[in-house]
């Protein structure tokens, strides 16, 4: 099969690999079919995450059409069209039994914290995922679902990471009725996260960023208010400004580390870019926040010393709340949302990009051209 290769920092190929093969009675053969690009996934390109190694094949957002199954695989048969989560797990262990799948603790012997997640180094569990035109799925009786026949296969590839993210930080955000939310970062989690706020009944939605294009999106798209941080001298205190002075009742931080820079800038939290940030964006959010509020964090954070305000959020009373996404959790509410038409994922696509110019779409979505907010990778086994 093709499929995109990792040969360093900013090297990405496609070359050719062996087609995954069954390895465990409850695993599936998925013949992709559409793919995408995600924001965390310009950690590895930059060669920011640690143990990402030479091979291995990236993408943790994908559906496709199952062409093999294990002998111990009920609910799926070759030829059913599925959406497989980003999040890999065994759907018995103790975390999942409390719906915490982002934290099996069944799928990756490396880990003390996360579980695993496709084509995301091996400190995810060094699983290969979907940038490709097979992939392995374990548990395939318990991650992937057949896609309904009235959703969009756009919209569905969206749901395996991007939409359920930031319904999910909108749910960690404990909104109530009228809450002021401020989300930090209008990439494609962002303005999920902030179209999800209004659903969970946000009074006020405004988004915070430093590239025109994507707060243009979070107005059209999000209906948020929004404001380009690198006008102002201190985006804290236009916050504070245009909160009388009490601050948000909610903030999420849609941006997390750094994804590209080097050691000393996540250190000293020197780079002030929303698209990395060291922890800025999340200290912004700490400091942007009323007394008594709360914090939900997307944002993707690898384990490296981060410079976090934590004195400042304790002392102000704030409610921290974080975690990947259990993203089947999020899917029976938002598919009532998409078919209902209050959600529409795939306006947030700008780029479709096949397979063999993946290269080239990591380079567009990477340096922020061309108006890139979400690209998605058509393969050729589509």
């Known amino acids: 099969m093709r499929a995109m290769v990792y040969r360093g920092p900013y090297k990405i190929r ?15 053969i998925v013949r992709v079919t559409l793919g995408a690009i995600c924001g965390s996934d310009l950690h590895l390109y930059h060669g920011m995450m640690p143990d990402t190694r030479v091979g291995t094949t990236f993408g943790h957002e994908f559906i496709g059409v199952v062409d093999q199954v294990g002998p111990s695989v009920r609910n799926l048969v070759p030829g059913d069209r599925v959406m497989v989560p980003f999040n890999i797990y065994c759907g018995s262990c103790y975390f999942c039994a409390r719906g915490l799948f982002s934290n099996c603790h069944n ?3 490396n880990a003390t914290a996360v579980g695993a997640i496709y084509g995301y180094s091996h400190t995810s569990g060094g699983y290969d995922g979907g940038q490709s035109e097979y ?11 057949i896609i309904p026949d009235w959703m969009d296969d756009e919209d569905a590839v969206l749901l395996t990471d991007a939409v359920a993210t930031g319904y999910f930080g909108a749910q960690l955000g404990d909104i109530v009725e009228g809450d002021t939310v401020v989300v930090l970062g209008a990439g494609p989690v962002g303005l999920f996260a902030a179209k999800s706020s209004w659903l969970m009944g946000a009074g006020r939605v405004i988004v915070i960023d430093h590239l025109e294009y994507r707060l243009e999106k979070a107005r059209s798209f999000a209906h948020a208010e929004t404001y380009n941080f690198a006008e102002y001298d201190d985006i804290v205190v236009q916050l504070k400004k245009i909160t009388d002075h009490l601050g948000a ?12 820079g080097n050691l000393l800038q996540h250190v000293t939290s020197a780079k002030l870019k929303l698209q990395g940030g060291s922890p800025v964006a999340l200290n912004w959010a700490i400091d942007s926040v009323r007394k008594g509020g709360t914090i939900s964090v997307l944002g993707a954070y690898g384990p490296m010393f981060s410079a976090v305000k934590f004195g400042d959020a304790m002392n102000k009373g704030l409610t ?12 029976p509410r938002l598919f009532e949302h998409i078919q209902n038409g209050y959600l529409k994922p795939n306006d947030v696509v700008t780029h479709r990009i096949p397979l063999e110019h993946i290269a080239e779409g990591y380079h567009i979505f990477s340096a922020k051209l061309d108006g890139c907010i979400k690209p998605l990778i058509l393969t050729a086994a589509a």
């Open 14 to 28: 496609v070359e050719e690999k062996d087609i995954p093969r069954i390895e465990h009675p409850n695993d599936a």
């Open 249 to 260: 009742d909610v903030a999420i931080d849609a941006v997390g580390a750094e994804a590209d």
């Open 107 to 109: 799928v990756n012997a």
């Open 320 to 331: 921290l709340r974080m975690n990947q996404a259990p993203v089947k959790r999020q899917w």
């Open 135 to 145: 992939v392995r799925v374990p548990f395939a009786d318990i991650g992937p679902t």
